[in-house]
């Protein structure tokens, strides 16, 4: 399977990006601790940061073709696309089963900061907004990501200088 190395991780990125949503549910960050969401959410960026490591690690060991940083960044896009087409799926489970109010929470918490008014947060804390916002943070994210990964853990052969 020419792929296997691009789902595998995309796959392992996507369940821990979902146990990090029940992670945050069980410290309150959805529901009572919804104003230190904002702040809290971002230390995510540690766990994708190290999946991605991770994974050219284990392509770089296992299949020897990061030899160039072209070949990680199109590898590490790969993963961003899998997690991209996985993303509406994690913000179903999320958004139904982990934390079926937190759109509400977070929507009471904007206006009752003074940050938006209700119909702002309305437009903004909505499951179509969510998914948007995943799918192209995945693609967005991802590729920015790859591009500087890809230089630190390509193999350095004479034959391949770039």
Request: hydrophobic share 50%; aromatic share 18%.
């Amino acid at each position: 399977m020419r792929y296997k190395f691009e789902i595998k991780w995309g796959i392992i990125f996507t369940v821990l990006s979902i146990l990090w949503m029940i992670f945050e549910k069980w410290m309150g960050w959805h529901g009572p601790k919804i104003a230190v969401h904002a702040i809290y959410t971002n230390f995510f960026a540690i766990v994708a940061i190290s999946v991605y490591i991770f994974a050219f690690l284990d392509k770089r060991k296992n299949d020897k073709t990061l030899k160039q940083w072209k070949h990680g960044f199109f590898y590490g896009v790969g993963i961003a696309i899998v997690v991209a087409v996985l993303s509406p799926l994690s913000q179903w489970i999320t958004s139904f089963a982990i934390s079926p109010n937190y759109f509400s929470n977070a929507i009471a918490n904007a206006v009752e900061q003074g940050k938006l008014n209700r119909q702002q947060a309305e437009d903004y804390f909505n499951l179509k907004n969510y998914l948007i916002q995943g799918f192209v943070g995945a693609l967005v994210m991802g590729t920015i990501t790859s591009a500087i990964i890809a230089l630190f853990v390509r193999k350095k052969h004479p034959e391949y200088l770039g």
